[in-house]
């Protein structure tokens, strides 16, 4: 099924991707969309933390860019993938989620993180949805196990030290 999926995302969204602000009704949003055929992938919505809804979907366009153009990838998209990889360790998981005034959406989540990366609103059974949220999984997966960048030391106490 996996298969299945990248082969009609990567049909669908050839990429490279980048992010634009734009509008849904009443909220204000960042939009990832796909820079060979325009088409829109997600968005991220806000009122207030406008910044952190950028670096949520920065992160998310350069995790993709990452993982199928990695020449395309600049330094300002790696600082907010960075940013979203520390601060929302893997490991990355896809659920189903809704929304009283958006309706139904996957959503991609880190384990040891309470709120969402990004959510893809559509029907739970539409493959594109689907594609997008598992790519976006697999590309925030593979950019947490290949990016080079400093991870923070774990600390404990010195009665926890395995010694030989």
Not at 55 to 76: G, I, K, P, R, S
Not at 115 to 139: E, K, N
Not at 142 to 157: F, G, N
Request: net charge negative.
């Amino acid at each position: 099924m996996t298969y299945v999926l990248t082969a009609k995302f990567l049909k669908e969204f050839p990429g490279p991707y980048d992010v634009r602000p734009s509008r849904d009704g009443v909220d204000d949003t960042f939009e990832i969309y796909c820079l060979t055929t325009g088409a829109f992938l997600a968005a991220t919505y806000f009122w207030d933390a406008e910044q952190e809804r950028y670096t949520e979907a920065m992160a998310v366009a350069t995790a993709l860019n990452y993982m199928f153009h990695e020449e395309l990838v600049f330094e300002d998209g790696l600082a907010c993938l960075k940013n979203i990889l520390n601060d929302r360790p893997s490991p990355y998981l896809l659920s189903r989620d809704a929304c009283e005034y958006r309706g139904g959406c996957w959503q991609v989540t880190s384990k040891g993180s309470d709120t969402s990366i990004l959510q893809c609103y559509g029907a739970f059974m539409d493959y594109s949805t689907l594609s997008i949220a598992l790519m976006v999984r697999h590309a925030l997966t593979y950019a947490d196990m290949y990016l080079p960048r400093e991870r923070p030391i774990l600390e404990c106490a010195e009665s926890e030290l395995i010694t030989f």
